[in-house]
């Protein structure tokens, strides 16, 4: 299903994509929502899910937020009016979730952070303020008002005293009310407040974004695992100096030559987009691999399950090099020759997956290995069997 509407994707990324927003009629005719808002407010008492509650006008004050897990007493004590429940990743626990990010694959997947759902009730909202990222806010129920403001940065003036992020100023230049089935887009840091008009509920698409800092992190990281001692600031040829103190031009030179070689290098760069964008969002609930796992126990597995998917938790990705490609997923690599190029391919461009496929394109012993890791950290699972199993 083509979810832009009027637009084809062409005309999206180049005319809004990180650059304005842009309101999608109709962009799901008929959308029917996967929860009630009695079962996403059930998946809020469970420790595991990130939950939310924001009140516009709670007992410590404006913009009360708490986090979850909540009880049935939380629920009842709440006000008849501008309170917002908000439940991040639902994509990880329901696989029907996870599917509607297969819609928004016209852009790179290892990109996709999470489905966050929000349900508001009449006046329900969390305040005017912007984000570090895209989004793609989906109306699934009711009716949501969303007012569109100024573009902001780390100087935007925020209101002391709330803990949620909530601009003290807000420019308002557009106003619009969305309808079941209606999208809207947003880039990162435009200023946007969205108001339940009655009970709503959204669905929120949201992007990761790395930081210039979390990249150059994670690039430190790996020139630190390998690099050797024999690698050292240098100075041959140097000239005589009458102001020993002074660091010149020519040793910031040498630096940043130093430096720039480092990173200089598309496979480590490769490397450090692919481990870091594919990072489980919430490593400590991972599960515990299985203990032993071989090819010819999930040869097995293939033979009896026609139906594969990867995990809701999991995240894959690939690259490619003249000889070689490299496949991704939570935080590790796969070096494989290129002539498994198809599978890794096939794994990282899709979600669901035949096993006739799977079988056809694991001819080769390292391409076997690799679904079998899959398999052994179930990142890889058949959905006509009891996950763990």
């Given at each position: 299903?083509?979810?832009?509407?009027?637009?084809?994707?062409?005309?999206?990324?180049?005319?809004?994509?990180?650059?304005?927003?842009?309101?999608?009629?109709?962009?799901?005719?008929?959308?029917?929502?996967?929860?009630?808002?009695?079962?996403?407010?059930?998946?809020?008492?469970?420790?595991?899910?990130?939950?939310?509650?924001?009140?516009?006008?709670?007992?410590?004050?404006?913009?009360?937020?708490?986090?979850?897990?909540?009880?049935?007493?939380?629920?009842?004590?709440?006000?008849?009016?501008?309170?917002?429940?908000?439940?991040?990743?639902?994509?990880?626990?329901?696989?029907?979730?996870?599917?509607?990010?297969?819609?928004?694959?016209?852009?790179?997947?290892?990109?996709?952070d999470d489905l966050m759902i929000s349900y508001a009730v009449d006046g329900g909202?969390?305040?005017?303020?912007?984000?570090?990222?895209?989004?793609?806010?989906?109306?699934?129920?009711?009716?949501?008002?969303?007012?569109?403001?100024?573009?902001?940065?780390?100087?935007?003036?925020?209101?002391?005293?709330?803990?949620?992020?909530?601009?003290?100023?807000?420019?308002?230049?557009?106003?619009?009310?969305?309808?079941?089935?209606?999208?809207?887009?947003?880039?990162?840091?435009?200023?946007?407040?969205?108001?339940?008009?009655?009970?709503?509920?959204?669905?929120?698409i949201g992007f990761r974004a790395p930081s210039q800092a979390e990249l150059a992190q994670a690039a430190m990281d790996d020139i630190l695992a390998s690099a050797s001692e024999d690698q050292r600031y240098t100075d041959a040829g140097i000239r005589p100096t009458q102001t020993p103190g002074l660091i010149d031009q020519d040793a910031i030179g040498r630096l940043r030559a130093l430096l720039t070689a480092a990173l200089n290098d598309d496979e480590r760069l490769q490397q450090v987009l692919g481990k870091l964008m594919t990072e489980a969002k919430y490593p400590e609930q991972l599960p515990e691999p299985r203990d032993e796992a071989s090819w010819d126990e999930l040869h097995d597995e293939l033979n009896h399950y026609q139906q594969w998917r990867r995990s809701e938790f999991a995240r894959f990705a690939?690259?490619?090099?003249?000889?070689?490609?490299?496949?991704?997923?939570?935080?590790?690599?796969?070096?494989?020759?290129?002539?498994?190029?198809?599978?890794?391919?096939?794994?990282?461009d899709n979600s669901q997956y035949e096993t006739e496929v799977l079988q056809t394109l694991a001819a080769s012993t390292t391409a076997q290995s690799l679904l079998t890791s899959l398999w052994q950290r179930h990142m890889l699972y058949s959905p006509e069997t009891e996950f763990g199993d």
């Amino acid at each position: 299903m083509h979810i832009l509407g009027h637009l084809t994707v062409e005309e999206f990324l180049r005319d809004y994509w990180q650059q304005k927003p842009v309101l999608i009629r109709n962009a799901w005719p008929d959308f029917e929502p996967l929860l009630s808002s009695s079962e996403l407010a059930g998946l809020s008492l469970e420790e595991e899910i990130e939950s939310r509650l924001v009140e516009e006008e709670g007992k410590d004050g404006p913009w009360t937020i708490r986090t979850g897990p909540f009880t049935e007493d939380d629920y009842r004590a709440l006000p008849e009016s501008k309170w917002t429940l908000l439940i991040q990743a639902v994509d990880h626990w329901i696989p029907e979730a996870a599917d509607i990010l297969e819609h928004f694959r016209f852009l790179p997947s290892w990109r996709i952070d999470d489905l966050m759902i929000s349900y508001a009730v009449d006046g329900g909202s969390v305040g005017p303020h912007y984000d570090q990222y895209d989004v793609f806010l989906l109306q699934a129920e009711g009716q949501r008002e969303w007012r569109i403001g100024q573009m902001c940065s780390d100087d935007s003036p925020i209101l002391k005293g709330p803990k949620i992020r909530v601009l003290q100023q807000f420019d308002e230049t557009e106003r619009w009310t969305l309808n079941p089935g209606d999208m809207l887009y947003l880039p990162p840091q435009l200023a946007h407040y969205g108001i339940a008009q009655g009970e709503c509920m959204t669905y929120s698409i949201g992007f990761r974004a790395p930081s210039q800092a979390e990249l150059a992190q994670a690039a430190m990281d790996d020139i630190l695992a390998s690099a050797s001692e024999d690698q050292r600031y240098t100075d041959a040829g140097i000239r005589p100096t009458q102001t020993p103190g002074l660091i010149d031009q020519d040793a910031i030179g040498r630096l940043r030559a130093l430096l720039t070689a480092a990173l200089n290098d598309d496979e480590r760069l490769q490397q450090v987009l692919g481990k870091l964008m594919t990072e489980a969002k919430y490593p400590e609930q991972l599960p515990e691999p299985r203990d032993e796992a071989s090819w010819d126990e999930l040869h097995d597995e293939l033979n009896h399950y026609q139906q594969w998917r990867r995990s809701e938790f999991a995240r894959f990705a690939y690259s490619q090099q003249d000889n070689q490609c490299c496949f991704f997923a939570l935080g590790h690599s796969w070096s494989l020759p290129a002539g498994d190029l198809a599978l890794v391919a096939y794994l990282a461009d899709n979600s669901q997956y035949e096993t006739e496929v799977l079988q056809t394109l694991a001819a080769s012993t390292t391409a076997q290995s690799l679904l079998t890791s899959l398999w052994q950290r179930h990142m890889l699972y058949s959905p006509e069997t009891e996950f763990g199993d």
